[in-house]
């Protein structure tokens, strides 16, 4: 698991995910912790937010120095079949490492408790095929995918940010939205993030108060979902390749 900023822990995700059955290795490099070279014996990838960007500064560089690094062990996560989800910054980062196009979005920063909604292919799909159709979500970026990878499978969509949900290949994910969160995170992310709440007119209180109102159905919904990845991480469910077809 990557912990790419001290305020974007895995929180309720690693709980979910430890109450599956799973063991939570967490590299921060943010704090000079170095990635690993290679996926060998782990049994799946996790990376998390950040408050990076995941496309290169005014003057050519990467939004932070382990970028590179990061975007190559997705790559091989990738055709090693290696079960991946990436969530926020981490989602961008897994567009970005195949060929997609991440961009400050236009349509501003998208903030607090939100719907999004589960598009056609989500109901073949080993994660999201029993997601309800509107789930509640946390959103918090000011960056947006606007260019899936080629072949993407495009999972989930809202109106002012299409790319909210997607799978690359068998079985890795990318989610535009946190799951991990709770509302101390919450909380903080307020904190630090108070001047664009100051721009955009809301109230911090308000906010955090929205997203501790969701947090009973978005566990509901997500602790499922990462039990879902858990078994897939431990052999005991099938990837898209064994799932039959719907209709005719």
Known sequence: MVQNGAEDDVRRLGEWLTEAGLDLAVVRPYAG?????DLAGHAALVVLGGPQHAYPDQAGQPGAPWFPALEGLLRKAVRQRV?????????????????GSVELSTAGPEIGPRLVGKRDAAEQDPLFARVPLAPDVVQWHHDEITEL??????????TRYPHQAFRIG????GLQF???????????WARSDAQTLADLGRDPDDVVAAADAVMVDMEEVWQPFAARFA??????????RSLPLLGP
């Open 33 to 37: 912790e170095a990635l690993p070279d």
């Open 83 to 99: 079960p991946t989800l990436g969530i926020c910054l981490g989602a961008q980062l897994l567009a970005t490492a195949h060929g």
């Open 149 to 158: 990878p080629a072949g993407a499978v495009l999972l989930a969509a809202s």
């Open 170 to 173: 068998e079985r890795a994910w």
């Open 178 to 188: 946190h799951i991990e969160c709770d509302t101390a995170m919450v909380a903080d």
């Open 231 to 240: 078994a897939l991480a431990q052999g005991k469910l099938a990837g898209t």
